[in-house]
């Protein structure tokens, strides 16, 4: 139901396929019946044309048609996606019985089947919905099996190894189907988040701008106030930590606006993330937490703008010691691959991420966090990207998680 309420379109194609759906059903239903068992037995030796007063006779053509009625009441009522069931099930619920009625307890050999049936099995592809392709495949099979159980008659292996051909077939349809409708939908999201990021961006910019310059003033009285009456107020030591608290904030949003022009040289990485390290260690400390680093021999100097970078390793850092509120390890390891690039993993022992909340965690302003801003992994992934690199979030709730940073050894 989800993916209907993000891509309404689907409904709506939904409703197109189900009315050209119908339409080919009774087409096919009648012109079947029509040419097979009243023309050509009529101009041929081909065909039975007692074949229609047997079995449920007319009543097998009422039962069809009021399949449409009911059809239309789903739709009516705004079930779209319960149709193509209902009239699949409907028609081998009617076939079954008219079968029965037609062989059960005679002599006559088994010949049935209506050419409708392909078209439920090559049109199942067009609704792009595996469950409905095998409710379709294993109920046309089911039913012929089950023909033959009941009126003991081999004669359903042929109709059953045809469906089996005719089945693979249009599964490797609907795989192509589905590629092509996920590509498009990942397509959709991406200018979706991209739209809504250039909106965000470009709010961001203008805020935090304004915002920059009063908050300066600020702190710069609350400093002297301080200086002045350093006895007096206990306040003024939290105004200004608030204040910088802020500042903080709107430096993420501003970036997020205005991504900042980088200063590339080439930095050892472990230092930067040693420099990350003896910052947050008292914070670390405080809340019984362990920082331990693991760095390779052979480990390479990056190209890339080392300001950027600790700002990126003291956000994974600082989330880190904030998910573990009982204290622990933090490991941090650093290594290169293969691919020219150097893999920095930081793996702590907190309270982890739900599974549903991964996804959304680079999305601005989504937060798990209480008092979160939803910015800092934001800014954090948009700095790795500026640097051609990658961010990887791994994480089992209640257990901890696992950051990964890709980055290339040299700029490109």
């Not at 920059?212 to 306040?235: I, R, V």
């Not at 200063?263 to 809340?287: C, D, G, H, R």
Request: net charge neutral; hydrophobic share 45%; charged share 20%.
């Amino acid at each position: 139901m989800d993916e209907r309420r993000r891509f309404p379109n689907l409904i709506y194609e939904e409703k197109k396929a189900i009315k050209l759906f119908l339409w080919l059903f009774y087409i096919f239903f009648f012109s079947y019946n029509v040419l097979w068992y009243l023309i050509i037995p009529k101009y041929t030796n081909f065909g039975d044309q007692d074949y229609l007063k047997q079995g449920l006779g007319d009543w097998l053509y009422i039962a069809v048609i009021v399949l449409l009625p009911i059809s239309y009441f789903f739709k009516k009522k705004g079930s779209p996606y319960i149709i193509k069931y209902f009239v699949f099930l409907g028609y081998i619920f009617i076939d079954i019985i008219d079968n029965l009625l037609r062989y059960l307890g005679t002599d006559t050999p088994f010949a049935s089947g209506n050419i409708v049936e392909l078209l439920f099995v090559f049109f199942a592809p067009i609704f792009v919905n595996k469950r409905y392709f095998w409710t379709v495949s294993f109920g046309i099979i089911g039913k012929y099996l089950f023909l033959g159980i009941v009126l003991q008659d081999t004669d359903v292996i042929m109709p059953i190894a045809v469906t089996i051909i005719l089945i693979a077939i249009s599964f490797i349809l609907l795989s192509r189907f589905n590629s092509y409708i996920e590509s498009l939908k990942n397509v959709y999201e991406e200018l979706r988040i991209k739209e809504k990021q250039a909106v965000i961006g470009q709010m961001a910019a203008a805020i935090g701008h304004e915002i920059k310059n009063p908050l300066a003033s600020l702190k710069g009285f609350a400093q002297l106030q301080y200086e002045k009456f350093p006895d007096k107020s206990n306040y003024y030591p939290i105004i200004i930590q608030e204040i910088d608290r802020i500042d903080f904030i709107v430096n993420d949003l501003m970036y997020i606006g205005k991504p900042k022009a980088f200063q590339i040289e080439k930095v050892n990485i472990k230092q930067i993330i040693n420099y990350t390290i003896s910052l947050m260690e008292q914070q670390a400390e405080a809340q019984g937490i362990e920082i331990t680093s693991s760095f390779a021999k052979n480990l390479p100097l990056i190209e890339c703008d080392d300001k950027h970078l600790k700002q990126v390793f003291i956000n994974l850092l600082k989330n880190a010691i904030e998910a573990m509120t009982e204290g622990g390890v933090i490991k941090i390891t650093a290594v290169p691959n293969e691919e020219e690039k150097v893999v920095v993993s930081i793996k702590d022992e907190g309270c982890g991420i739900k599974e549903e909340d991964i996804s959304n965690l680079l999305v601005p302003f989504y937060t798990t966090k209480k008092g979160g801003t939803g910015l800092g992994l934001v800014v954090t992934n948009q700095i790795i990207k500026d640097h051609h690199g990658d961010l990887k979030l791994e994480s089992t709730f209640g257990k901890g998680t696992e950051v990964t940073v890709t980055l290339p050894i040299e700029w490109k």
